[in-house]
């Protein structure tokens, strides 16, 4: 008996043994060695981390994305390209782009550089009569080309008819320095060159050598005093007619009050040439001369804001910007009222010969306060024409003029 019993419990201790090994096999998992980075490796790739920090797994940076968003976060807001905000009339007012059709650069040279007794062939039509504080001003020294093209950029100004003096004294300067415009503005300036003093063959000689430089001659002043005994229909202008004609330029011309005679006569004999007016003198024929020759054009420039009963521009009454800025504010809509009667009805009846301008020469019209003055008047007025017109006043029609 006492045997069994013995042999029952070795068999249960046993039995017991068997069980506790088969569990502890299944239960335990296997101990994995992790090695952390050595800290120089860890320094070099995540920076020095202190006692108790984490270490984390970043992504890797693409620099060149970097980069370009510095790029991005340094670049400056255009300077040349202010917000239209109407200061005198609530509106409506033309949105969309303009070409000046009328606009003096400063002088290429200075006069002083042109020997004694040649002063008519340098040929201005911009000095104290007009009223400028600096009768000549010269680019680079008192006025900046880049102020001038920012303004234009500032105003939504497309193209401008830029005209310049010229001699043949200096006539290499002058080439050089209209070259440098052109250039400067990326073509936006289409200059003129003021022909009065060059002789036939040195026009010819300056196209030859200078294709493309020059899309016409003038402005040509026949009421400046200094001009009075050359007529549009001289032999000395049907010279530059004929080279205008041959080269596909335009003549562009103000002239005098009593020679609406020699005006029609000089576009009826060179009906191969574009002929651009502008001045009060012609304002009261130019239509009869649009029904009569499909080859007459209209710069409608400093004239649109007058002063009546004053038949002249308020730009040339007065004796400098203040004057002329205290007018324009006291004025804005008697002057806008004003030149929609004298001018909507013409426009309208011709509407692909009219162009939009602002006459401006003086030094203190090359000013940002002014400029803003010129398009806000400028905006207002075209916004009362017929909608079907407002673009080819604004800026088509001086492009289409342009166009060879």
């Known amino acids: ?34 090695n952390a980075p050595d800290s120089e490796t860890f320094e070099k790739t995540n920076g020095a981390v202190g006692e108790g920090t984490s270490i984390p797994t970043e992504e890797p940076v693409d620099e060149a994305i970097v980069e ?51 002063g008519d062939s340098y040929g201005d039509d911009y000095g104290n009569d007009h009223g400028s504080s600096v009768t000549d001003p010269i680019l680079g020294k008192d006025a900046e080309l880049d102020k001038i093209l920012c303004n234009f950029d500032n105003e939504d100004v497309i193209g401008v008819i830029g005209f310049v003096i010229g001699a043949e004294e200096v006539l290499g300067e002058t080439i050089s320095k209209a070259q440098s415009i052109k250039t400067d503005s990326s073509g936006k300036v289409n200059l003129f060159l003021m022909p009065i003093g060059f002789s036939k063959q040195s026009l010819e000689n300056i196209e030859e050598s200078n294709k493309g430089l020059f899309s016409g001659y003038g402005e040509i002043a026949f009421y400046d005093q200094r001009n009075m005994n050359i007529l549009p229909d001289s032999q000395q202008m049907i010279e530059i007619y004929e080279v205008a004609g041959k080269n596909d330029l335009i003549v562009m011309f103000h002239p005098d009050g009593r020679q609406q005679t020699q005006v029609e006569n000089a576009i009826k004999k060179n009906q191969n040439v574009k002929f651009l007016l502008h001045g009060p003198e012609a304002e009261g024929y130019i239509t009869s001369l649009m029904d009569k020759y499909p080859n007459v054009y209209y710069s409608i420039d400093a004239v649109l804001a007058r002063i009546p009963p004053a038949p002249a521009a308020l730009m040339y009454m007065v004796s400098g910007k203040e004057e002329f800025k205290l007018k324009f504010d006291q004025n804005f809509d008697l002057m806008l009222d004003e030149s929609e009667k004298s001018w ?61």
């Open 344 to 404: 909507k009805a013409k426009i309208e009846k011709y509407p692909n010969r009219f162009m939009w301008g602002t006459d401006r020469g003086h030094l203190w019209t090359y000013d940002e306060d002014v400029s803003v003055l010129l398009e806000e008047f400028g905006r207002a007025l075209i916004a009362r024409l017929d909608p079907e017109v407002q673009k080819k006043f604004a800026y088509k029609n001086a492009e289409n003029l342009l166009q060879k």
């Open 1 to 34: 008996m006492k045997k069994r019993l013995l042999c029952l419990l070795l068999l249960l201790t046993l039995f017991m043994f068997l069980v506790g090994c088969t569990l502890i096999e299944k239960t335990e998992e296997p101990i994995v060695e992790i």
């Open 68 to 118: 370009e968003v510095e790029q991005e976060e340094s670049a400056e807001v255009p300077k040349c390209r202010r917000q239209f905000l109407p200061t005198f009339s609530s509106g409506p007012h033309y949105i969309g782009p303009l070409f000046d059709a009328h606009f003096h650069m400063p002088n290429l040279i200075d006069r002083s550089k042109i020997p004694e007794g040649h």
